[in-house]
């Protein structure tokens, strides 16, 4: 098993840039994929952005463009770097290892001016 542990949330203008972190509790190399979801008052939670562990990305359409994920293996962490923020990305993110299925806590994010 492996804890993961978000931070980085915050409140943030529209148009302003937030950083989130997920630090793993283990060695994420041999991750097949680390993700990030979000999920918004009364709505499902929906997949944001993927990172293999080649490197390689995939976004959500409305979040391509702006949000970029990255990952540094040295540093168990994952990161979702957020700009251009939207009323509408205000939700809780949370982060997901697709080795053994484990989420973190969440850290809520809210876009308000």
């Known amino acids: 098993q492996v804890q993961l542990v978000e931070s980085g949330g915050g409140l943030v203008q529209p148009g302003g840039s937030l950083r989130l972190s997920c630090a793993a509790s283990r060695n994420i190399f041999s991750f097949p994929v680390m993700e990030w979801y979000r999920q918004a008052p009364g709505k499902q939670r929906e997949l944001v952005a993927v990172?293999?562990?080649?490197?390689?990305?995939n976004y959500a359409d409305s979040v391509r463009g702006r949000f970029t994920i990255s990952r540094d293996n040295a540093k168990n962490t994952v990161y979702l770097q957020m700009n251009s923020l939207k009323p509408e990305d205000t939700a809780v993110y949370y982060c997901h290892e697709g080795l053994f299925g484990s989420w973190g806590q969440g850290t809520q994010v809210t876009v308000s001016s």
């Open positions: 990172i293999t562990s080649g490197g390689s990305t």
